[in-house]
Antibody
């Protein structure tokens, strides 16, 4: 059973860049989409985007201008960067493995945007 | 792309059945058989309960079932148990390699 672990700063200043990494263990990254999803406090889930194991990416149109997802296959890691953050980007950020559905999730990490 | 529409809340007594709806459009729910449902307990990551409209992952009780009619998908929980109390989210493929979530439904077991 694959396991996913999110890591990164829990506090980011407004206008700066949010950076998170998801480390995959216990399985191969091949054949799957590796996805970022976030959840503002008390609110619902929002799909951010994914990177396919081949390197192709796709992003939520509402976030596309500020989001980059990349992968380091040698380390079994994929990363998220969100630029020019505001308080609206405060959320629990999850990474997930996806083929036809999000079948494995990381534990999530709260990122707060505040000065 | 707009979020799928779910009722904010649903409830039922232990042993009863409850159905949660998820309404989209012909561009998402109605256009593809890639609807999935997730259960989320407070402070926990979501857990996949149903995929491809009606398929259950290994380990998910058969009390959970999914269906779809037109632009509306549904999750039915039968034989309600206390541990079923959680938030439930639907998700659908929305074309052009995009996906969309529903706003979530809080299920209360009375």
């Amino acid at each position: 059973q694959v396991q996913l672990q999110v890591s990164g700063p829990g506090l980011v200043k407004p206008s700066e860049t949010l950076s998170l990494t998801c480390t995959v263990s216990g399985g191969s990254t091949s054949g799957y989409y590796w996805t970022w999803i976030r959840q503002p406090p008390g609110k619902g889930l929002e799909w951010i985007g994914y990177i396919y194991y081949s390197g192709n990416t796709n992003y939520n149109p509402s976030l596309k201008s500020r989001v980059t997802i990349s992968a380091d296959t040698s380390k079994n890691q994929f990363s998220l960067k969100v630029t020019s953050v505001t308080a609206a980007d405060t959320a629990v950020y999850y990474c997930a493995k996806n083929k036809v559905a999000f079948d494995s999730w990381g534990q999530g990490t709260l990122v707060t945007v505040s000065s | 792309q707009s979020a799928l529409t779910q009722p904010p809340s649903a409830s039922g007594s232990p042993g009863q059945s409850v159905t949660i709806s998820c309404t989209g459009t012909s561009s998402d729910v109605g256009g593809y058989n890639y609807v999935s449902w997730y259960q989320q307990h407070p402070g926990k990551a979501p857990k996949l309960m149903i995929y491809e409209v009606s398929k259950r992952p290994s380990g998910v009780p058969d009390r959970f079932s999914g269906s779809k009619s037109g632009n509306t998908a549904s999750l039915t929980v039968s034989g309600l148990q206390a541990d079923d109390e959680a938030d439930y989210y639907c998700n659908s493929y929305a074309g052009s390699n995009n996906v969309v979530f529903g706003g979530g439904t809080k299920l209360t077991v009375l």
